[in-house]
């Protein structure tokens, strides 16, 4: 892959010359191996690079001016992309090309690998509650607990039930003893009364 840097070697406009200088003078620092095209002197360099910057990033009047960047015939960006790239330590993504061991753009995807891909899960995910990580397990432990809590309580209103039957039994028993009492003493009365008569009518 090779970058070509569209220029304009004679151009008058010193804004320009500028922003050339800066383009090359940042690809040179970096090693970046890249092609000059001048399209002063070259009118098919000029037609090439007119027709190859997308129009959505032409100017209004539809000219672009230099200098342009490409990645052999895919379209990189003007200078203000290439300098917001350089801003963001992008400057490889920009130029489409794998940013070399040890530069801040390696680091800056690496940790960009780690985050998307969880290879540091322990360090970028957050304890997940119980709750979340057994599904309904809570639910259901509180379900089985209050079907428990029923069963104890119907086992204890049949006790209650069956202690009443007895207390009531007893009652009842405790309340006939007395009549059979009051029966029993009705009867010696009655068997002491005909002994008077009979010993008064043995007396006569």
Not at 124 to 146: D, F
């Amino acid at each position: 892959m090779v970058i070509k840097v569209f220029l304009a070697s004679s151009s008058g406009s010193t804004a320009i010359k500028k922003k050339q200088q800066d383009v090359v003078g940042f690809l040179e620092a970096l090693k970046v191996d890249y092609t000059q095209l001048d399209i002063a002197c070259n009118e098919e360099n000029r037609m090439w690079m007119r027709q190859n910057v997308p129009e959505d990033r032409k100017p209004t009047n539809g000219i672009p001016l230099p200098p342009q960047i490409f990645n052999e015939a895919s379209y990189c960006g003007d200078y203000d992309t290439f300098f917001d790239a350089k801003e963001d330590n992008s400057v490889y993504a920009f130029l489409g090309l794998p940013p070399p061991p040890g530069s801040k753009e390696a680091e800056k995807a690496d940790k960009a690998d780690i985050v998307e891909n969880g290879t540091h899960a322990e360090e970028t995910n957050t304890e997940v509650p119980v709750e979340e990580r057994n599904g309904n397990t809570h639910r259901e432990e509180e379900k089985l607990q209050q079907a428990a809590d029923e069963e104890e309580e119907a086992q204890d209103g049949e006790e209650e039930e069956i202690t009443e039957g007895e207390t009531a039994d007893k009652e009842t028993a405790g309340d006939e003893t007395p009549m059979e009492e009051e029966e029993a003493v009705e009867e010696a009365d009655e068997a002491h009364a005909e002994e008077e008569e009979g010993q008064e009518e043995e007396a006569e």
